[in-house]
């Protein structure tokens, strides 16, 4: 099969002339035509074939996963509400860190950051001290409440190349619940000690 018979026009839209087939792309050449396809200037990728050959077959496929593995779209109204709620709750019974200069080690646009660290030296140890924050979510999610019955039915976050499925609706997951450096953010601390040897020691938590 070559490109320009993988699609139709349905009067719509282009969609894949063969639905029951299967196809297998290079991520390199896929990432390279999109790329070109994106950039004003070179748009469209290939005279326009590569968004009505190529993209509608992958969307249709990418659809298809969804639909055989049940990936779930959204979150049910009550859950929503209940996050939304959540989210508003001040963390108020939390040791304030916020004077101390935490970083994630994740992609410039990521906005739900779950983790933190911090690596100083104890000059008179030389051990290696690791603050390592992890998001509190547990602050928000009650038991038993929608957002807890959801993500229990969830288990987990699903990413997939055209977006993800969270395992906690956006106000929280890339909001309230995120370590994001827009303001205070509950989590839990841990205080690692790393001696010269290599010895680990947990020093607390909190």
Not at 34 to 62: Q, T, Y
Not at 139 to 164: H, I, N, S
Not at 173 to 202: I, M, Q, T, Y
């Amino acid at each position: 099969d070559h490109v320009g018979w993988n699609t139709q026009w349905d009067g719509q839209a282009w969609v894949p002339t063969f639905p029951n087939a299967r196809y297998v792309f290079s991520r390199e050449d896929y990432n390279h035509y999109l790329a070109l396809d994106l950039d004003p200037e070179k748009a469209p990728a290939n005279l326009g074939s590569f968004r009505d050959s190529v993209l509608p077959v992958i969307d249709a496929g990418l659809a298809q996963i969804r639909h055989q593995f049940q990936v779930p779209q959204g979150f049910p109204d009550a859950v929503l509400e209940a996050a939304d709620a959540a989210a508003r709750r001040e963390p108020t019974e939390h040791v304030d860190r916020t004077d101390v200069p935490f970083v994630t080690l994740d992609p410039e646009t990521s906005t739900d950051l779950d983790q933190a660290f911090t690596i100083t030296r104890d000059g008179a140890t030389d051990d290696l001290l690791l603050q390592y924050a992890i998001a509190d979510v547990a602050w928000f999610v009650r038991d038993d409440d929608p957002v807890d019955t959801e993500a229990w039915q969830r288990g987990m976050t699903l990413y997939l190349p055209d977006g993800k499925a969270g395992l906690y609706p956006p106000v929280l997951a890339e909001g309230a619940a995120s370590l994001l450096p827009d303001g205070p953010r509950p989590a839990v601390v841990f205080h690692v000690r790393l001696a010269p040897d290599g010895a680990v020691r947990l020093d607390g938590a909190e």
